[in-house]
Each structure stands twice: as C-alpha cells, then as structure tokens.
C-alpha cells in the first residue's frame, strides 16, 4: 500500500483504484498533530479490502470527513466506520454516518489541530476542501509531488494546507458534473481558492501541489480557454448560445474543442462541454 507523507499534518494511503479518472488511485489522508491520540481520514476511497486494512491499521481514527459524494471517496465509508467507530460527516446528509452534516466556515478541532470546512462546489454540488492553517510542508518533500507539481515558485510555508478534493487534482483538470456542478460555482470556487494564498495544495488524485493560488489561477484560466474555444465552435456551427442544446450539439462541440480526446475520458470531455453550453446559455439569458 502507498504510504507518503504529504505535509507534517498529514500523509495520505493511495487506494489501488487508478484509472483515467482517478489518476494514480485515490488519495485517502490521515490528518494528525504530533501529540495528538487520533487521525482524522478524509475520503475512505474505495470499498477495497486491502485498502481498508491499510486504514484501520494505522491507528486510531476518531473522524472521518469526506470530500463530496462519488463512490472513489465514499464507498469505503460505512466499512471503515464500523471498524473504528469513527463517525463520518459530509456537505451531503446521504453520506454521514451517526453525525450531523458539515456547513461552510465550519471549524473543527480534531487531531491536535484545526480543521476549516470549505463549500466549493463546481465539481458537484456538495463538494468540500478541508483547510489546515497550522499545517506546513513536511521536512522532506514527497517522492510523489516531483514529477506532476510543476515548478511554481510559491511555497506552502506559513499558508498551511488545503485538502482540494477533486476541486484541484494533482494533475490535469477536474470534471464539472453537470448538472449536479455547475461552471458558474466552479469558477467561484476556484476564485475563493486563488484567495487563501500559496497553500500546499493536497488533492484526492495525483500528486501534491507546492502553490494553492498557482494552481488555481492556472485552473481559472484553463476554463476561461476553453469557454472561448466553445464560443468559437457555437459560432462555426452557426449556433445561439441561448438557443436549443440537444445531445447532438454537445457531441458537435465536443468534436471541435477536444479533437484528440481519448476514447477513456470522452464522457468527461462531453461532460465538460454540457457543462460550459449551459454556462454560456445563462449567461445569454441575463
């Protein structure tokens, strides 16, 4: 089982689930202070057997908080609190166990440290990053976080760590689920992110990230690309943004903006191309 240490509050137990859309496996951390008794784990990941193990062997768990819904970080859950006892809380009712849900701006004390809750939506409607101010990079930098962390000058020194989710992922760009995210709160999230500073960013699926704000501007601006080349695809269609979307046009404009997509995640490519149609046609609405 992959064990790093990601940050001196934390280190994560990668699931072995990888695959297109997971990247290298989830990304299950443990978020623990030097004196404290307990870790909190955020995303259980996968019902894997071995995975759970893994979990519940590291020691004691006192709570468990999820990231946002989908079954790579969520269906482990019930499994790993039946063993540990650990409660589990969410943004989303349906997926807390013996615990009311979590709320915006929320602060926790666990673990010996403090952890604040972040309403990020965009990805889905219930998606959460967890931020931890007293946290810093760890004395050694993660064997991981070389190859995909680029080389941003900022540093999570004295900025703490955020646990992104699927809000941020260690490489490449995140799926809006469409309708449940939308474009419009994604972009808000990724603003509000921009905002916290030069973090380390801890995210679900591939390596860790040296600079929050880098990667959120990075992530602002991709979309922002990619509204523009859908626009332009609209209009080589001779398209309204505001008019009809049937499935057809998504698979149009799916066509012109991502000519090269693989096969594997062409249904996250024609969902990100929903979800930007529907950006643009209220946007035409107001």
Do not use: K
């Not at 997971?22 to 299950?28: A, E, H, K, V, Y």
């Amino acid at each position: 089982m992959d064990s790093t240490t990601t940050s001196r509050l934390t280190r994560w137990l990668r699931a072995p689930n990888p695959g297109p859309m997971t990247l290298d496996g989830t990304n299950s951390y443990l978020i623990r202070g030097t004196d404290a008794a307990a870790s909190v784990l955020v995303d259980p990941g996968p019902l894997d057997e071995s995975h759970v193990a893994a979990l519940v062997a590291s020691g004691p768990i006192e709570l468990i908080l999820v990231t946002h819904g989908h079954a790579d970080h969520t269906e482990a859950s019930a499994r790993v609190a039946a063993l540990t006892g650990a409660p589990v809380r969410a943004f989303d009712a349906a997926y807390c166990i013996g615990a009311a849900p979590l709320w915006d701006g929320e602060r926790i004390a666990a673990a010996g440290t403090e952890i604040v809750v972040l309403h990020t939506p965009g990805h889905t409607a219930d998606s959460l990053c967890f931020q931890l101010p007293e946290d810093a990079p760890s004395d050694a930098d993660s064997a991981d976080a070389g190859s995909g962390s680029g080389s941003g000058s900022g540093s999570g020194s004295g900025s703490g760590s955020v646990l992104t989710g699927d809000t941020i992922l260690g490489r490449g760009s995140t799926v809006i689920a469409h309708p449940d995210g939308t474009l419009g709160e994604y972009l808000a999230s990724l603003e509000r992110l921009a905002a916290l500073g030069p973090a380390l960013a801890l995210p679900a699926h591939g390596p860790t990230r040296p600079s929050l704000a880098e990667v959120a501007a990075q992530y602002l601006e991709h979309r922002r690309r990619r509204l523009d080349e859908v626009r332009a695809a609209l209009a080589t269609l001779g398209v309204d943004p505001a008019g009809p979307q049937p499935a057809a046009l998504t698979e149009r404009v799916t066509a012109l903006v991502y000519p090269d997509v693989d096969p594997a995640i062409l249904p996250a490519a024609q969902a990100a191309v929903r979800a930007q149609l529907a950006h643009l046609a209220a946007a035409s609405a107001r």
